[in-house]
């Protein structure tokens, strides 16, 4: 039997794909400090690995595909096919960016500011990069944890670090003077293997339902009922993916209206709908989206 070996991101991207996989249609079972976990479906094989590294292990062959994101594969300026940008339900929204930051006090406001100083990070060879286009040299040293804590005890004039909102480099006692690249998580493919009929078809499978299950996290179907005379001025108040599903009732002067809608407009929507004449509204979630 064909397989497909299918990286999953260890650490805080790990939980996320899990669940996210879940409703996806694939129940992926870690099992202790495995890192090849169970999986649903016999035509997978699963592998544990550090996003920083994936994009190495699917360039090489060892994996197939994988998720991780758009920042280590710049990092590792690895060859692999991009197949397509995927953003994981957090309660920010915010997309991930590394940012260069300075004590707050700092007198250091730009990048020009920079010249000759010492900069931690992980994100040494991206980093390395972008300084020199820009024609600062500073040195750059590899971080291996606790970054922020660098240029605080001054082991580092600067940092670059990863962040959605900001509010843990403001917590550490530090300001953002740059931001150097936005990224997110990225579903990658051996270039080989992607040119492989059955394993880019399993992948293209993988990619649409989880593609369904990511859509579906902020949408939720109303239902309702109304009187047949309401029905033109309730469609003007739905948004809706498409249009909404009118069907009629057994009493003709009633009609069952159904929508898909984004759940963030659910609490203001619901009081107009009934202003309008709806009675008997329904929420539910979805698990996808296609």
């Known amino acids: 039997m064909k397989r497909?070996?299918?990286?999953?991101?260890?650490?805080s991207l790990q939980n996320a794909t899990i669940n996210l996989f879940g409703k996806s249609g694939w129940k992926i079972n870690v099992n202790?400090?495995?890192?090849?976990?169970?999986?649903?479906?016999?035509?997978?094989?699963?592998?544990?690995?550090?996003?920083?590294e994936m994009s190495r292990y699917v360039e090489d062959g060892t994996l197939d595909a994988g998720l991780t994101g758009k920042d280590w594969i710049e990092e590792n300026e690895s060859d692999v096919k991009i197949l397509d940008d995927l953003i994981y339900s957090k309660v920010s929204q915010n997309p991930a960016r590394w940012v260069v930051a300075v004590p707050a006090g700092s007198d250091i406001e730009r990048l020009e500011d920079l010249r000759g100083k010492k900069i931690a990070t992980e994100l040494v060879n991206y980093t390395k990069k972008f300084f020199q286009g820009k024609g600062i040299p500073v040195d750059v040293e590899f971080s291996w944890g606790a970054t922020e804590a660098k240029v605080v005890s001054g082991l580092a004039d600067a940092?670059?670090?990863v962040t959605e909102t900001?509010?843990?480099?403001?917590?550490?006692?530090?300001?953002?003077?740059?931001?150097?690249?936005e990224t997110n998580t990225q579903l990658i493919a051996n270039r080989d293997s992607y040119k492989d009929k059955w394993k880019k078809a399993k992948i293209e499978q993988i990619l649409l339902l989880v593609k369904g299950a990511l859509r579906a996290e902020n949408m939720v179907v109303l239902k309702m009922n109304l009187p047949k005379k309401n029905v033109e001025e309730i469609i003007t108040i739905l948004p809706s993916l498409n249009a909404p599903t009118v069907a009629g009732l057994y009493d003709p002067e009633w009609v069952s209206v159904e929508t898909v809608v984004d759940s963030k407009v659910v609490r203001d929507l619901?009081?107009?709908l009934m202003s309008a004449g709806a009675q008997g509204i329904i929420e539910f979630?979805?698990?996808k989206v296609i």
């Open 4 to 11: 497909l070996k299918f990286g999953i991101p260890k650490g």
């Open 32 to 52: 202790g400090r495995s890192y090849f976990p169970d999986i649903n479906d016999d035509e997978i094989e699963c592998a544990i690995c550090r996003a920083q």
């Open 159 to 161: 940092i670059v670090e």
């Open 166 to 181: 900001g509010s843990t480099i403001k917590a550490h006692g530090l300001k953002i003077i740059h931001d150097l690249m």
């Open 270 to 272: 619901i009081p107009q």
């Open 285 to 287: 979630t979805l698990n």
